[in-house]
């Protein structure tokens, strides 16, 4: 399997950009798990939910690199979109900027049919998933070809400028 990206994050020089389209991941993940449970993150015991992917951010936007992140969701939203609205204080304390769209407000846009980062404009990494949500054994692929980046540098703006911003969005 390709390289996961958090190491393309750390070789970023400006720009790290991230759109997710699902709306469910690994929902066999213990932290998913513990949270339909009743589990929540305290904001206040930042040791208990800051984790390695947090350091790759933080040290990728002390380096300049602005890293955004859209999530474009189903409404009313699922389980998982919930789980991963409540995790997100993560992102934004790493210094991620996090933005949502309703599905629904994506209608005219021309988005690939799969997950995806653009580092830099230059490098796309695109996510394949197996239908229950888990990473395929091949689904991280790398593509340096400046007319993909483009295409998906694009989307990725497309759905950015609609999108409501983190402190703003009540998942529905």
């Known amino acids: ?15 790290a950009v991230h759109l997710e389209q699902r709306d469910s991941y690994m929902l066999d993940d213990p932290g998913f798990i513990a949270w339909q449970a009743g589990a929540r993150l305290d904001p206040a015991d930042r040791a208990s939910w800051w984790g390695p992917w947090h350091d790759h951010v933080r040290d990728a936007t002390a380096r300049g ?5 859209a999530r474009i969701v189903s409404e009313p939203v699922s389980d998982y979109v919930r789980y991963e609205h409540d ?25 690939p049919g799969t997950d995806f980062w653009v580092f830099d404009d230059e490098t796309v990494l695109y996510h394949h998933f197996t239908g229950d949500g888990q990473l395929a054994e091949d689904g991280r692929e790398y593509v340096t070809d400046p007319g ?22 009540r998942p529905g």
Do not use: C, I
């Not at 390709?2 to 070789?11: F, G, I, S, V």
């Not at 997100?88 to 846009?109: C, K, S, Y």
């Open 1 to 15: 399997m390709q390289p996961p990206a958090r190491e393309a994050l750390a070789r970023a020089a400006r720009s």
């Open 148 to 169: 993909r980046a483009k295409q998906a540098a694009e989307a990725f703006e497309s759905v950015w400028l609609r999108a409501v911003p983190h402190a703003e969005y």
């Open 65 to 69: 690199v602005t890293v955004r992140r």
């Open 87 to 111: 995790l997100t204080l993560g992102n934004l304390a790493a210094g991620e900027e996090v933005r949502w769209l309703p599905r629904r407000r994506t209608t005219d846009l021309a988005l």
